[in-house]
């Protein structure tokens, strides 16, 4: 196991256009998170899954964001109509809840809306 | 409203020097403190959190609940722990919720 796995690393796209990115957990791990992350910023919470329930999303989060976890393992994040203000890097991590529930980082994809 | 502040963006010392990395927090129950850390093109990862009340490569970190601050500590800093360091909140909201701090960049001189 490699850990964390991202997909795309990095993605161009015009303002208006949706985008979708994949998370890849580490096997067996419970809990899925998805992060956005500025420039000069922390990562900031997004959404968060126990096995396929999104138990936690952040009022953040415009309509225009959607997860899933469609059977408890990799995760989507799909954003509809970027706008230039989505530009960032989406973190995702995942944790294993009866193990200390420590987070585990994926390489992160970055997107920049033109 | 729960908040992570590190009021430093910027750190630098020298090796050998003491280091003391700031985090406050705004939280009105019971936190559980992390502090991550990022190194030169390398993913996030964590550093220690504060029920451990462990020393991770010569970090500290302890709790003053009186004070709201969580700061990382390292009494002789190395090269190798430049980094950024982020300070971390996590609270129950009927799932788990993880906040963090802008971040510190530390910069250890040689």
């Known amino acids: 196991d490699t850990g964390v796995s991202q997909n795309p690393r990095h993605k161009i796209t015009k303002r208006g256009q949706n985008v979708t990115f994949r998370c890849d957990p580490i096997?067996?791990?419970?809990?899925l998170y998805w992060y956005r992350q500025t420039l000069g910023q922390g990562p900031e919470f997004l959404t968060y899954?126990?096995?396929?329930?999104?138990?936690?999303k952040s009022r953040l989060l415009s309509d225009r964001f959607s997860a899933e976890r469609p059977k408890g393992s990799f995760s989507t994040l799909e954003i509809q109509r970027t706008e230039q203000g989505d530009s960032a890097m989406y973190l995702c991590?995942?944790?294993?809840?009866?193990?200390?529930?420590?987070?585990?980082f994926g390489p992160g994809t970055r997107l920049t809306v033109l | 409203a729960q908040r992570v502040t590190q009021p430093e963006k910027l750190l630098s010392v020298f090796k050998g020097a003491p280091v003391e990395l700031k985090c406050n927090y705004s939280?009105?129950?019971?936190?559980?403190l992390f502090w991550y850390v990022q190194y030169s093109r390398q993913r996030l990862q964590l550093l220690l959190r504060h029920i451990s009340r462990e020393s991770i490569k010569g970090f500290t970190a302890d709790l003053n609940k009186g004070e709201t601050s969580f700061h990382l500590k390292k009494p002789f800093a190395q090269e190798e722990d430049s980094a950024m360091y982020y300070c971390a909140l996590r609270f129950h909201t009927g799932g788990f919720k993880t906040i963090f701090g802008a971040g510190t960049r530390l910069f250890v001189k040689a």
């Open positions: 899954f126990q096995n396929e329930a999104q138990l936690e």
């Open positions: 939280y009105s129950g019971s936190p559980e």
């Open positions: 991590a995942s944790s294993l809840a009866e193990a200390g529930d420590t987070q585990y």
């Open positions: 096997s067996e791990h419970n809990r």
